[in-house]
């Protein structure tokens, strides 16, 4: 049987889970067959909506922003304050959808900057 390789989101003191509605701070690397959503994942909300967050990462950085505040969304990924630093979000996925890369994802929807995820 093949096993799954994981990649951590960073646990930190800086990250807020109390904003953060969460399965575990573990995403998803790859994934052994593309139809089944693995767990574990991490989740938040966008305007009331789910999303599963299967990549990221923390940088440290001195933000002013409350966690959970959407400060940039590019190809390089969705950037979200925390509290003592930035979430990048890499790869996403929104319900019906598929897990997709955020510069892909980014191509067909738009992140307004300003939402704080909840």
């Keep these: 049987m093949k096993q799954e390789k994981f990649l951590?989101?960073?646990?930190?003191?800086?990250?807020?889970?109390?904003?953060?509605?969460?399965s575990s701070l573990r995403g998803l690397s790859s994934w052994p067959n593309k139809n089944i959503n693995s767990w574990p994942t991490a989740y938040?909300?966008?305007n009331d909506i789910p999303f599963k967050i299967f990549?990221?990462?923390w940088v440290e950085?001195?933000?002013t922003e409350p966690s959970g505040y959407i400060i940039d969304a590019n190809n390089e990924g969705i950037k979200v304050a925390?509290?003592?630093?930035i979430l990048i979000i890499e790869i996403l996925q929104f319900p019906g959808g598929k897990p997709l890369e955020v510069k892909e994802f980014?191509?067909?929807?738009?992140?307004?900057k300003g939402i704080v995820l909840s």
């Design 82 to 85: 925390t509290n003592n630093g």
């Design 61 to 63: 950085a001195n933000i």
């Design 8 to 22: 951590d989101i960073p646990r930190s003191p800086h990250f807020s889970v109390s904003k953060w509605r969460e």
């Design 55 to 57: 990549k990221s990462k």
């Design 106 to 112: 980014l191509k067909g929807n738009k992140i307004e």
């Design 44 to 46: 938040a909300y966008y």
